[in-house]
């Protein structure tokens, strides 16, 4: 009786490539980028304030611009923290008002002087 040969190695190496191919044990890697974002904190004499954001520590510049890769952004003046903020505006700017960790007083009534 004649058999019917398979080329065996070409075989083998279907069978693997397939095998290798339907791996579903197969590791995905995730990399995190982190993006520097960019704000302003509007205040006077801004670079006399102090920014820390995670591991990163510095001073504003003359316009006020600090530059984060996490949140929250703590300022300082004289190393006393003044507040924080966890996000920034669509805008990038941070106003006084924006860091203050307690809400402003509702206005009870209007005084207007009169002559």
């Known amino acids: 009786m004649k058999r ?3 080329n065996t190695p070409a075989f083998l190496l ?10 579903d044990t197969q590791e995905v890697t995730h990399h995190h980028v982190s993006v520097s974002q960019k704000g302003y904190f509007v205040v006077p004499m801004a670079d006399k304030i102090q920014y820390q ?3 990163k520590s510095s001073y504003l510049d ?3 611009m600090f530059v ?3 949140f929250p952004v703590t300022f300082y003046v004289d190393s006393q923290p003044i507040g ?3 996000s920034l505006h669509d805008d990038g700017y941070v106003f006084p008002q924006d860091i203050i960790n307690q809400p402003l007083p509702k206005a009870t009534g209007l005084h ?3 002559w």
Do not use: E, P, R, Y
């Open 112 to 114: 207007v002087a009169s």
């Open 53 to 55: 954001c995670g591991k």
């Open 84 to 86: 924080s903020i966890d």
């Open 4 to 6: 019917n040969m398979i």
């Open 62 to 64: 003359s316009d006020g």
């Open 14 to 23: 279907f069978l693997s490539l397939l095998f290798v191919g339907c791996n």
């Open 68 to 70: 984060c890769q996490s």
